[in-house]
């Protein structure tokens, strides 16, 4: 069983920056490959990019090249680094875990997730 909590959201305007984090709690939170999603008023929620067991990443294009995920197993953190923000990345983002070595990008391959935090970019 893992608990996620999201922070780091707010806004940002156009080309700016925001780090989101969320932190775990539970046992065994290196087991859970990791993920980000966000979803935008009135559009399906979107896989963002993950990171597996083994550290490994992926992102959707959009995001490949500005966006970085990192993990920190001993801290049973995960952060989302967002870089030259658009207004287009305006959601709630959402952390969600899955126990299972690798990254998948449908949001029913994920057991547990986080209450959300708002991102709003301004242009």
Do not use: H
């Not at 046992?27 to 008023?41: D, G, I, V």
């Not at 490994?56 to 990192?70: E, H, L, M, Q």
């Not at 299972?100 to 242009?123: A, I, K, L, R």
């Amino acid at each position: 069983q893992v608990q996620l909590v999201e922070s780091g959201g707010g806004l940002a305007q156009a080309g700016g920056s925001l780090r989101l984090s969320c932190a775990a709690s539970g046992q065994s939170f290196s087991s859970y490959a990791m993920a980000w999603f966000r979803q935008a008023p009135g559009k399906d929620r979107e896989f963002v990019g993950g990171v597996s067991r083994s550290g490994i990443t992926s992102y959707i294009d959009s995001a490949k090249g500005r966006f970085t995920i990192s993990r920190d197993n001993a801290k049973k953190m995960v952060w989302l680094q967002m870089n030259s923000l658009k207004p287009e990345d305006t959601a709630v983002y959402f952390c969600a875990a899955r126990p299972f070595t690798v990254v998948v990008t449908t949001t029913s391959g994920y057991n547990y997730w986080g209450q959300g935090t708002q991102v709003t970019v301004s242009s």
